[in-house]
């Protein structure tokens, strides 16, 4: 333990701590319950989490609803039901060749007679004995929870959908930026001050929300690649493109290895300077994503072998709150309310 802590403390560089950071569940408290579910949501508000995420993509008659990918073999049971057996395609998206099931070749009466199932069965086999027990839900019904939730807890519950592949959806007709758009406003958000992020991996998509919508906007980013037909991230995690899009957004959500880079073996390496640039340039930064699997974790914080058992992920979320990030996406959002309540 004196080891892992003077590692982490090597690790951390010089900056004033910011309030603490919120807590995003990543997907509702899907370390926990199958993603993207009422009953993951659910849960995750109950932990205390001060914001649920739900990606969202389009249905054939143009429903907002909740999955990680439009592509859903992997978290629905659609392969299942003959009927739907004429549907499987191959499709490109955003370059990559993809065969499966797509939301877009469904109406949303359709997706409803589909159950949901754990994405990461061999990972999470406790989470697949939900499976078969959930309705995939729309985004509407998600904002209801929050809302009821909200009213029963007395606290804030805040939203934080991501468009998922905006510039595929627009591409077939079913652009993503004016439903969302439409269905805040109708719900009564609309402002910087409503407990709302949009986030996506596309600054064009931001770009166009900017001019639907008031509330704010946070511009996703990987330690590889780039949004399509654009530059890459690492160009944007410059000083001069966190300057280029802090005219577009209010924050950046950097995956991990973006402010704490991990070496060939898996072992953790000094922070990058990321966290003080976008700081510098008046940016927000919100992390993905904290999950307490060994698999997940960096080498000096997992606990045996078995890469399903559960490291030491509080001092993970403790070494980024040292950093000075401004909030967390965390499959276990128990865990993260607890460790940044200290």
């Known amino acids: 333990m004196f080891k892992t802590l003077l590692t982490l403390a090597a690790l951390a560089v010089t900056a004033p701590l910011a309030a603490k950071p919120i807590v995003i569940a990543h997907r509702g408290a899907s370390g926990e319950r199958p993603e993207h579910t009422i009953a993951s949501y659910t849960l995750a508000i109950a932990q205390g989490a001060d914001f649920i995420e739900p990606d969202l993509v389009s249905t054939k008659d143009g429903i907002l609803v909740a999955r990680h990918e439009n592509e859903i073999s992997g978290t629905t049971d659609v392969a299942d039901h003959p009927a739907f057996k004429d549907r499987k395609a191959t499709k490109t998206i955003d370059g990559e060749k993809i065969s499966g099931w797509f939301t877009e070749d469904f109406t949303l009466a359709e997706l409803k007679t589909l159950r949901a199932k754990e994405r990461l069965p061999m990972l999470r086999p406790d989470n697949a004995k939900f499976d ?24 804030r519950i805040g939203l934080y959908p991501e468009t998922k592949h905006p510039s595929y959806f627009q591409s077939i007709g079913l652009a993503l930026e004016e439903p969302l758009a439409a269905i805040l406003k109708t719900n009564g958000y609309e402002d910087k001050d409503d407990p709302v992020f949009i986030q996506s991996f596309e ?56 402010i704490v880079p991990r070496g060939p073996l898996g072992g953790s390496k000094p922070a ?19 999950r307490a699997e060994n698999y997940f974790l960096p080498l000096e914080l997992r606990k045996g072998v078995n890469p399903r058992a559960r490291g030491d992920l ?7 709150a040292a950093l000075g990030v401004d909030g967390v996406f965390s499959d276990f959002p128990a865990i993260a309310v607890a460790t940044l309540a200290e």
């Open 132 to 155: 078969g027990q959930f309705q995939i839900p729309t985004f509407q019904e998600i904002i209801d929870l929050a809302k009821a939730k909200a009213q029963e807890t007395g606290r």
């Open 203 to 258: 600054l064009a998509n931001l770009k166009q929300l900017r001019e639907l919508t008031g509330v704010r906007l946070i511009f996703l980013m990987s330690g590889e690649g780039g949004p399509p037909g654009d530059k890459s991230y690492a160009a944007y995690a410059s000083p001069a493109g966190l300057a280029e899009v802090a005219h577009y957004v209010d924050g950046i959500g950097p995956g991990k290895e973006m």
């Open 272 to 290: 990058t300077s990321l966290v003080a640039d976008a700081h510098a340039a008046g940016l927000q930064v919100h992390v993905w994503t904290f």
């Open 314 to 320: 509080a001092a993970e979320l403790k070494q980024f």
